[in-house]
C-alpha cells in the first residue's frame, strides 16, 4: 500500500500550486483522507481533510479559503488546491489515510502516510 504525494514545488507568494495524493495497493474510499505539513524546525500539523465521499472536509485555520481540499474516489486520488500561498506555508506536505470515514483532524487517525512534497514559497 502506497501514498504518493506530487506537485510540489517553488512559488512566488501570492502563487498558486495543486498536490495530488495518488494511492495504490488498495483503495480508500471508505476512509477520510487528509494533508498534513511540517515545516523546518516545527512539528507537522494538520492542514485539511476530508470525508470518504468527499462531502465534508475540514481545514486548519491557517489556510481556511486558501486551499481546498478534493478527492476522485475513481482514480483513488486526493487533492490539495493552494491559492494566495505565503512565505510561512514553506513545508514539506504530507498526505494520509485515515482509519476512519470522516474528515478528521487528528492525526493518529490515520495510519497510512505518503512519503512527502516539498512546496517552497518565496516572498
Known amino acids: 500500500v502506497q501514498l504518493q504525494a506530487s506537485g510540489g514545488g517553488s512559488v512566488q507568494a501570492g502563487g498558486t500550486l495543486r498536490l495530488s495524493c495518488a494511492a495504490s495497493?488498495?483503495?480508500?474510499?471508505?476512509?477520510?483522507m487528509g494533508w498534513f505539513r511540517q515545516a523546518p524546525g516545527k512539528e507537522r500539523e494538520f492542514v485539511g481533510a476530508i470525508s470518504w465521499r468527499g462531502g465534508d472536509s475540514n481545514y486548519a485555520d491557517s489556510v481556511r479559503g486558501r486551499f481546498t481540499i478534493s478527492r476522485d474516489n475513481a482514480k483513488n486520488t486526493m487533492y490539495l488546491q493552494m491559492n494566495g500561498l505565503r512565505a510561512e506555508d514553506t513545508a514539506v506536505y504530507y498526505c494520509?489515510?485515515?482509519?476512519?470515514?470522516?474528515?478528521?483532524?487528528?492525526?493518529?487517525?490515520?495510519?497510512?502516510w505518503g512519503q512527502g512534497t516539498q512546496v517552497t514559497v518565496s516572498s
Open positions: 495497493g488498495r483503495t480508500f474510499s471508505n476512509n477520510g
Open positions: 494520509a489515510a485515515a482509519r476512519v470515514a470522516w474528515a478528521t483532524v487528528r492525526s493518529a487517525d490515520y495510519n497510512y
